[in-house]
């Protein structure tokens, strides 16, 4: 039996649900699709308990050699896997992520083509409570409300008269 179904079992529940969900429905956003169980089982380790903020040799607290090994892998497997000479594996969010290819790629209120937030789309595509809206200037496009799939013509429609970056 689980031990956390013994310890709590209405937070057992929740998760028991969330997996019946996801293994009910599709998931169209990538950052919440299936991980392997190779990756389930990483995240449900012991290293869940070592804060490791810093840089591997480089942290600021104590006790870090095993998460500096694990960080260290990551990094020479990307390292090889792109055929670069540095990489980092620490974004802490899709946000941050989002605003390293935004400020590399684009300019001050350049324009952006996103999709609705309402639609699929995500905080930092442009809504205005993110950098992204104050920062860029954003054309909004969404989907078809009876068939809820995007209209590709309707994209290329506003792709054309908006012209984004």
């Known amino acids: 039996m689980s031990k956390l179904k013994i310890i709590d079992e209405q937070i057992y529940q929740a998760i028991e649900l969330e997996k019946k969900r996801q293994i ?23 290293m869940t308990n070592k804060y490791a903020e810093g840089y591997p040799g480089r942290r600021y607290y104590g006790g870090c050699e095993y998460v500096d090994m694990a960080e260290n892998l990551a990094i020479e497997r ?28 684009l300019n001050y209120q350049d324009r952006i083509l996103s999709m609705n937030l309402s639609d699929g789309g ?17 054309q909004f496009y969404g989907v078809d409300e009876k068939t809820e799939m995007i209209n590709y013509e309707e994209v290329e429609r506003l792709a054309l008269s908006f012209r984004p970056k």
């Open 24 to 46: 009910e429905n599709i998931e169209l956003i990538a950052s919440e699709n299936f991980v392997s169980l190779a990756v389930l089982e990483a995240q449900g380790s012991i």
């Open 78 to 105: 990307l390292q090889k896997l792109f055929d670069v000479k540095y990489a980092n594996v620490q974004p802490h969010s899709g946000s941050q992520a989002n605003m390293a290819v935004y400020r590399a790629l």
């Open 122 to 138: 995500h905080l930092t595509h442009g809504h205005s409570m993110s950098f992204s809206g104050e920062d860029y200037q954003i």
